[in-house]
């Protein structure tokens, strides 16, 4: 395979989000994302999303849809890694239960640049199952680090997580996880830094896609981490009782090209 720089799909990759849509109102405004009642089984599956309400038509017939299956035979390498710097301060723990997955709501103050874009650092949550696979392989959990730029463009920043050595630093959420829905907890007194969930090694591959729950918005950046974090089976199954299915479908790739920065 050579190393030529698709020049022309790299400047576009980039320029999205210059080009893109406001989607500040899905992340700001959960209210109106839930006001439709939506799941992960029966008639308020995925399969069923884009029929749920008008808002939601993008989760049916976006041709850029988030998850895919990262084939890496098939990815342009791109060998500038520097493209992509990641600056996470620690924050004090802000937990939520939402009904879908444990998120975890950031404090101003970090953030990730893709080129030239800055993205600041907003929540993260969890999937169990992976929504995305590598190569066929889905992996037991993913890590969604959702950012925002100032022009309301997001990125997100995907972890696969598979069965291995304990996770401190998710046990002190696991640790605090709220069985009750809906409401936000401060927990007093606990800091979390989500840089402590980034992979030693930072080869990630990039696409333009979508959130993977309604409205299922798109041009999003996805950056997937190629090399997996550990949790223990006991940390994965912690979650995965609270949580059984939280996890979108395969979706197809259609004419987009994924990158590959190492
Ligand atoms: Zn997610």
């Given at each position: 395979m050579t190393n030529t720089v698709p020049r022309r799909q790299l400047l576009k990759l980039l320029g999205m989000s210059i080009l893109g849509t406001s989607f500040s109102s899905c992340i700001t405004s959960p209210a109106r994302a839930t006001s439709v009642n939506w799941g992960y089984i029966g008639k308020a599956g995925p399969e069923h999303w884009g029929e749920l309400s008008p808002e939601y038509q993008l989760c049916g017939l976006g041709r850029q849809q988030t998850p895919i299956d990262l084939q890496i035979a098939d990815v342009k390498n791109v060998t500038?890694?520097?493209l992509l710097s990641v600056n996470y301060q620690p924050t004090a723990l802000h937990l939520?239960?939402?009904g879908k997955t444990i998120q975890v709501n950031y404090q101003a103050g970090s953030y990730l640049k893709f080129g030239q874009q800055q993205f600041e650092l907003l929540q993260f949550h969890f999937h169990h199952i992976s929504e995305h696979r590598l190569n066929g392989k889905s992996y037991d959990m993913e890590l969604h680090l959702v950012h925002r730029s100032q022009n309301g463009n997001l990125a997100v920043m995907a972890v696969f997580l598979e069965a291995g050595k304990f996770n401190p630093t998710l046990q002190i959420i696991w640790d605090a996880m709220p069985q009750e829905k809906g409401v936000e907890t401060?927990?007093?007194?606990i800091n979390i830094d989500a840089s402590q969930f980034l992979p030693a090694k930072h080869t990630f591959l990039a696409y333009s896609g979508s959130l993977t729950t309604p409205p299922c918005s798109e041009n999003v950046?996805?950056?997937v981490m190629e090399t997996p974090i550990e949790a223990s089976t006991a940390q994965i199954v912690q979650f995965s009782q609270m949580f059984p299915v939280n996890a979108r479908p395969l979706q197809?790739?259609?004419?987009?090209?994924?990158m590959e920065f190492i």
């Open positions: 500038n890694q520097d939520i239960n939402n401060r927990i007093k007194d950046l996805w950056c197809q790739l259609n004419d987009r090209i994924v």
